[in-house]
Nanobody, 120 residues
Framework: QVRLVESGGGLVQAGGSLRLSCAASGVIYNANSMGWYRQAPGKQRELVARIISGGGSNYADSVKGRFTISRDNTKNTVYLQMNSLKPEDTAVYYC??????????????WGQGTQVTVSS
């Protein structure tokens, strides 16, 4: 079992910043890909940003230049620094991790979600 624990959500005014963290624990051999998704009310869950263990990353066009994803491989932790937040960034943010567990089977796990609310 791989467990993801998220933290850092909250309420912020437009133009403000928040930093999300997600720590993976359990029978992990390699969490090759870690990322953040978000889901706003009435909308589908969408990719925000993803980073692989080698450091390569990709972002949704809507957050490029404002959000930065990073990771600490030694802690199996991924971060999302969110700057210049807009009301349209309001959503529940979910962490996702994919990789191999210690018996070399593939896993894909989700966190419980953390609410980010940006007021105008």
């Amino acid at each position: 079992q791989v467990r993801l624990v998220e933290s850092g959500g909250g309420l912020v005014q437009a133009g403000g910043s928040l930093r999300l963290s997600c720590a993976a624990s359990g029978v992990i051999y390699n969490a090759n890909s870690m990322g953040w998704y978000r889901q706003a009310p009435g909308k589908q869950r969408e990719l925000v940003a993803r980073i692989i263990s080698g450091g390569g990353s990709n972002y949704a066009d809507s957050v490029k230049g404002r959000f930065t994803i990073s990771r600490d491989n030694t802690k199996n932790t991924v971060y999302l620094q969110m700057n210049s937040l807009k009301p349209e960034d309001t959503a529940v943010y979910y962490c996702n991790a994919q990789g191999l567990n210690t018996n070399y089977t593939i896993f894909s796990s989700w966190g419980q979600g953390t609410q980010v609310t940006v007021s105008s």
